[in-house]
C-alpha cells in the first residue's frame, strides 16, 4: 500500500507484476478518477511559518509585594481552547532558593523556559564564578531571551512574572511578555487578572511607598481573594492553585495543591444576562 502523502484519499489501483524483474509493484493512485497529484503542495520554498496562536494554555498569574517579600499564585489548569482538559499543570516554577517564576499562555513554550532555565541554573550552580543568579538577574535573561524570540519572528507565547529577591536581599517583582516588553510594579497579574485581580490587588498595595505597611498575612488573603474573583469570573480557571510565598529568612516557600474556601454562588441568582430583561 502507498502510504506516502500524494495517496492520501485516493483509490489504489491494483498492483502489477513488472516484467523486467518480475516483482510485485505497489499500488498507485488512480489519476484517471482524481486526476494527477498537484506537487505544490509539497514544495518547501515558502515562508517559514511559526505558532500563530497557543493551543493548550494557562491563564492568570499574580503577584504582589509585602514588606518582607513577595506572594504569588496561579491555578493548576491548562485548557486546550474551551476545553478545561488538563487540571494538574503547576505554572509556579522555582529557579532558586530566592527566585520563582509565574507563567501564562501557551503550556508548550513554558516546558521549553523550564527546561532552558533548568540548563541555566546546572551551569550556574557547576560553573566557578562563585555566585548565583538573583530574581533581578533572571528577569534581565528571560526578556533578553522573549525580545530575541518576538525578533526572529518566533515568539514565546508567555506572560511571565518573576519574583524573589534582588542582590540586596530586597524584594524584587517584575513582568516579561512574548513582546520582550518589561515592567515592574507593587501588584501585577496577567491574562484575564489584569483586568479583574489587579485592581482587587491595588486596594492593598497602592504604590511603592506603601509595601512597607503591608504584612504577609494581608498580601496572602488578597491574593486568595482576587484568585476567588477570578473563578468565579473566567472561564478558563479553576479552584484548585498553586502558591509561593518568597522572603529572605524562608526562601521559596511553594505549596501546589491549594483550593479555594468559603465559596458562594449566590450572587448568580441576580445575573440576568445582557439585553432586555423583563422581571
Known amino acids: 500500500m502507498n502510504h506516502l502523502p ?21 499500488p498507485q493512485p488512480r489519476d484517471d478518477i482524481y486526476g494527477a497529484y498537484d506537487h505544490s503542495y509539497l514544495q518547501s520554498s515558502g515562508p517559514k511559518q511559526h505558532t500563530q496562536s497557543p493551543i493548550v494554555t494557562g491563564t492568570s498569574v499574580l503577584a504582589v509585594k509585602f514588606k518582607d517579600g513577595i506572594v504569588i499564585a496561579a491555578d493548576n489548569l491548562a485548557s486546550y481552547g474551551s476545553l478545561a482538559r488538563f487540571t494538574d499543570v503547576k505554572r509556579l516554577r522555582p529557579f532558586n532558593s530566592t527566585t520563582i517564576i509565574g507563567v501564562g499562555g501557551d503550556v508548550s513554550d513554558m516546558q521549553y523556559l523550564d527546561r532552558m532555565l533548568n540548563s541555566l541554573d546546572i551551569s550556574e550552580n557547576y560553573g566557578s564564578a562563585g555566585h548565583a543568579l538573583n530574581a533581578k538577574n533572571l528577569h534581565t535573561y ?27 536581599d530586597k524584594p524584587f517583582l517584575s513582568s516579561v511578555d512574548l513582546l ?35 504584612s504577609r498575612e494581608a498580601a496572602v488573603e488578597a491574593v ?6 477570578l473563578f468565579y469570573r473566567d472561564a478558563r480557571s479553576m479552584d484548585k492553585y498553586s502558591l509561593a510565598v518568597v522572603t529572605k529568612e524562608g ?9 479555594l474556601e468559603g465559596q458562594s454562588w449566590a450572587f448568580a441568582e441576580t445575573i440576568r444576562g445582557y439585553g432586555t430583561q423583563v422581571v
Open 224 to 229: 486568595k481573594q482576587a484568585m476567588k474573583v
Open 6 to 26: 500524494q495517496a492520501w484519499g485516493r483509490v489504489d489501483q491494483p498492483a502489477a507484476v513488472t516484467s523486467e524483474c518480475n516483482e510485485l509493484t505497489s
Open 142 to 168: 528571560l526578556a533578553k531571551v522573549m525580545y530575541k524570540r518576538r525578533s526572529d519572528v518566533n515568539p514565546l507565547w508567555n506572560a511571565i512574572l518573576v519574583a524573589g529577591l534582588d542582590g540586596d
Open 180 to 214: 520582550g516588553t518589561t515592567f515592574s510594579s507593587p501588584t501585577l497579574a496577567t491574562g484575564y487578572g489584569s483586568h479583574l485581580a489587579q485592581p482587587l490587588l491595588r486596594k492593598l498595595v497602592e504604590d511603592e511607598d506603601k509595601v512597607k505597611d503591608v
Open 251 to 259: 526562601g521559596v516557600e511553594l505549596k501546589e495543591d491549594e483550593q
